[in-house]
């Protein structure tokens, strides 16, 4: 079954540290990984995906088949990272959502 | 930009009240979704719709309908709202379209209060 398992359900570090929010997978084939993001008061949006390749707002997610994980990182954490994270995996018209983990960027 | 409209951002309603949940995409998008958000648990999929006048269950259906009439409108209902469905509702779309790249565009969520 398809299966998208966020172990953390709070991550909170200081600022200037570096970041990682673990996403593991359960998926036969090919998978495409998402990440989005909520910030306070404002609606869920697509932070990255791995086929893009890109880094957005400084964060990066490298697939790695051999492990099923799709892990979040960041450098240096800012403040305004503080947010709502949830990892996905699309799936025909269903998209499969981990349960979320919030982070806080403590100053 | 794709936008997607909840239109009540905050509803209490009373125990046994039939409650209706508006939604509105303006980007012609084939795919709408209604959620739940609850902290904890992450997102679940009520029910999704890929088509007009198309319905699909998702993982937790029991005590909800929805309509879907006109293609850029997904209207969630509550027969008789319960307590236990006291959460934030979170509408979206997508579109199936060749570039599409499978993202899901949300709204702002309705707040929904059972007392």
């Known amino acids: 079954a398809q299966r998208v398992t966020q172990p953390e359900k709070l991550l909170s570090v200081f600022k200037g540290a570096p970041v990682e929010l673990k996403c593991n997978y359960s998926y036969s084939g090919s998978p495409e990984l998402f990440w989005y993001v909520q910030y306070s008061r404002q609606r869920l949006q697509l932070l990255l995906r791995?086929?893009s390749r890109e880094s957005i707002k400084g964060f990066t997610a490298d697939l790695n088949k051999g492990e099923t994980s799709f892990h979040l990182k960041k450098p240096f954490a800012q403040e305004e990272d503080s947010a709502m994270y949830y990892c996905a995996l699309p799936g025909g018209f269903k998209t499969i959502f981990g349960a979320g983990t919030r982070l806080f960027v403590k100053a | 930009d794709v936008k997607v409209t909840q239109s009540s951002r905050y509803l209490v309603k009373r125990t046994g009240e039939k409650v209706f949940l508006e939604c509105v995409q303006d980007m012609d998008h084939e795919n709408m979704f209604w959620y739940r958000q609850d902290p904890g648990l992450g997102l679940r999929l009520i029910y999704f719709?890929?088509?007009?006048?198309?319905?699909e269950k998702g993982d937790i259906p029991e005590g909800y309908s929805v309509s879907r009439e006109k293609k850029e409108r997904f209207s969630l209902i509550l027969e008789s709202a319960s307590t236990n469905q006291t959460s934030m509702y979170l509408c979206?779309?997508?579109?199936?379209?060749?570039?599409?790249?499978?993202?899901?565009?949300f709204g702002e969520g309705s707040w929904l209060t059972v007392v």
């Open positions: 791995h086929i």
């Open positions: 719709s890929y088509d007009v006048k198309m319905k």
């Open positions: 979206a779309s997508s579109s199936t379209r060749r570039g599409s790249g499978n993202t899901i565009y």
